[in-house]
Nanobody
Framework: QLQLVESGGGLVQPGGSLRLSCTTS????????IGWFRQAPGKEREGVSC????????NYADSVKGRFTISRDNAKNTVYLQMNSLKPEDTATYYC??????????????????????WGQGTLVTVSS
């Protein structure tokens, strides 16, 4: 069974940092485009950041540009989301997703479960004082 597992969420004060990790079970990440998405209570899921299979191309939502950094280590089958200068509005459940066919330019727009091949279960990030 192909699975993604997110970790690294938690409670952090405004201005703080967290690093989320997305690891695989049952497959290797080498040929998959990976995206980080988030969903706050009562809101639609949105794409946060996406990265190509090689790691050479990335994109970010305007709301996180300059604060979040996506990276991947294919040898460790892991994708990271470094989140700095966190704001209360970053509070959400963060999901990673993988797909071998969706180009990275479109990946972050694919917010529905049926659009992408594999989704994780999510990790909760709460930014509050």
């Amino acid at each position: 069974q192909l699975q993604l597992v997110e970790s690294g969420g938690g409670l952090v004060q405004p201005g703080g940092s967290l690093r989320l990790s997305c690891t695989t079970s049952g497959f290797t990440l080498d040929y998959y485009v990976i995206g980080w998405f988030r969903q706050a209570p009562g809101k639609e899921r949105e794409g946060v950041s996406c990265i190509s299979s090689s790691g050479g191309s990335t994109n970010y939502a305007d709301s996180v540009k300059g604060r979040f950094t996506i990276s991947r280590d294919n040898a460790k089958n892991t994708v990271y989301l470094q989140m700095n200068s966190l704001k209360p509005e970053d509070t959400a459940t963060y999901y990673c997703a993988a797909d071998p066919w969706t180009p990275v330019q479109a990946m972050c727009l694919m917010t529905r479960d049926r659009y992408l091949e594999i989704w994780g279960q999510g990790t909760l990030v709460t930014v509050s004082s």
